[in-house]
């Protein structure tokens, strides 16, 4: 799977690596978003919704914490837990219900769910390095597949 560190020197370079992600992911999987506020965890999650065929435009969901997008192929849920204090609040939130629900899920702030995120989840660290300039780390966890 795509992994590595990569420099993107605008938003349609950012889609443009998270289409790459998406082609290679399929219900179930978790991809984890961190980084601060304004890094691009959310233009990230609208290449992956794009490229999974979500209609319509995907927004930060900082005020809902959840927001659920049905494509033609797959459910893409996209979560946003930085409101959240702590795995109780995650879980208050019907956690395990969605997780078992199949679907492909962005979390941004996947740090308020602590232990509850599953340990085959593809994490995904932002870093802001100038106005569109951002280093984007992907690790699906999959390094040794030939
Ligand atoms: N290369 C880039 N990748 C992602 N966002 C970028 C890039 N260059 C500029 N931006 C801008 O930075 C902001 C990122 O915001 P957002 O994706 O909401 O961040 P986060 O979800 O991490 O808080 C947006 O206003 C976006 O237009
Ligand atoms: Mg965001």
């Known amino acids: 799977m795509l992994n590595g560190e990569f420099q993107v020197g605008s938003v349609e370079e950012t889609w443009t690596l998270a289409k790459e992600l998406a082609k290679e ?24 919704a794009a490229a999974l065929g979500v209609p319509g435009r995907v927004t930060s969901p900082t005020f809902c ?14 979560m946003d837990l930085y409101r ?3 795995e109780e609040d ?6 395990e219900d ?25 994490r995904i660290v ?4 100038g106005e569109e300039k951002r280093r984007i ?3 699906t966890g999959d390094h040794f597949a030939v």
């Open 126 to 129: 932002f870093h802001h390095l």
């Open 98 to 122: 969605y997780l078992a629900r199949g679907a492909i899920f962005a979390i941004e702030w996947p740090e308020r769910a602590g232990s509850l995120i599953p340990s085959t989840a593809h």
């Open 137 to 139: 780390a992907i690790d």
């Open 25 to 48: 992911l399929k219900p179930g999987d978790v991809v984890c978003l961190e980084g601060d506020l304004g890094a691009g965890k959310t233009t990230f999650t609208q290449g992956l």
């Open 90 to 95: 995650v879980e208050a939130i019907g956690w």
């Open 84 to 86: 959240l204090h702590g």
């Open 65 to 78: 914490i959840v927001q659920e997008h049905q494509s033609p192929d797959v459910l893409f849920v996209h």
